[in-house]
């Protein structure tokens, strides 16, 4: 049998997730002035981008049964194949049906990326000694942060000269990322114990991977963790703007701030985490930083900036050490699974915190929505999290 360079693996993974991430990122900063410029109005972008989440919610987690019981790799390779279909339709279309379908496809290559050669490499290093998984999970954490900066800058830039030329280089850098890893990535035979894809089969992939869950506590807390943060980052992404704009922030900050944002999670993967525990088994941290939130409320940037920044950069430390915790407890035949069970779970949650959010803003100014969310959700992590230390206590 042929022996496996993890390291190889490790830094062709890395390259290919930079190429791909630079890809999707470089219209990012300027997507709806794009759109626009199609004929394509406001409200048709938003069912567009809706048919974004759809596609993540149906396919997400059959995705990632599929790459448990038949090849990681190549389920990777197909969905970038996917990817290069949406930036040709992109390219070549103005139809709002075509461009619906074009967000569908965008959709389901997110959904088939859930858990796969990721995946295979969280079970390489896992069977290693030679490599830790919480490192690989900050590098990758780190490089994909910095990828999305250089993408969106790039692509801010390029539309002056070139419009929606730039996703010509969208194609180039996702084909450069297919060729790297057909080439030179090579795929683990871990799980791979069957390739019959049957619906019999399928099924019954299903039930096993649901029984690991059903049969492991912890994991069902940390998947509960890791829903609660999505309540906290889909409150941020949706309501940070508009936010700014109720304390009168110039909009001319707004681009400072989005890069801002960026570091802060590029800063966060790079924290040792080793402290972590003691500060959250302190209850008077606890406290005490559970109401940084009402600081919002401050009509001074000099108070309210920096207390958003400090909340904003301890929950990408939460969500950096639940990704780390959740892939050490699952099991190699699983993963890919269970990981795209986790993702439709968020994704779920985090269309359902979109229409609250909706809901509310129509009678509770910004701000005040933040605060209550920021500190509901903080709260609730903690009471979640002294269930889990009190599980993890009786069955260790």
Sequence with gaps: MTTINIRKNINI???????????????HS??????????????????IQSAYSLAMILFEFPSGVVADMYSKKNVYILSKLLLIILYIVVICSDNFLILYFAWFLYGLASALDSGTIDADLYNQIKCSNEFELSNFIAVDGRISTV??????????LCYLYFGTGIYFLSVIFCSLAIGITQLFYKESNIQKKEKNLRFDNFTKHVVKSLEEL??????????ILDFLTQIFFQT??????????????????FSLFYVVFQLIALVSYSIDLSNAKNLVNSNLYITLFGFVPLFFLSNSEYIYIPAYIMFIFLFYIIQFILKKYYTHLLSTNN????????????????MITLFLLSFFANFIP?????VFSFVFVFFSLIIVYKLLIRIHKTQY
Excluded at 214 to 223: H, L, P
């Design 214 to 223: 059903k049969n492991s506590k912890i994991m069902q807390i940390v998947i």
């Design 236 to 253: 941020h992404f949706q309501l940070w703007q508009a936010f700014l704009i109720e304390k009168e922030m110039s909009s001319n900050f």
């Design 147 to 156: 990828s999305l900066l250089v993408g969106s800058t790039i692509g801010g």
């Design 366 to 370: 910004v701000t005040n929505l933040i």
């Design 30 to 47: 300027i997507l709806t002035v794009l759109l626009l410029s199609k004929g394509i109005s406001l409200s048709q972008i938003l069912v």
């Design 13 to 27: 993974y890395l390259i290919a997730s930079a190429l791909i991430t630079i890809s999707y990122s470089l219209p």
């Design 335 to 350: 993963i890919s699974s269970l990981i795209s069970f986790k993702g439709t779970l968020n994704r779920i949650g985090s």
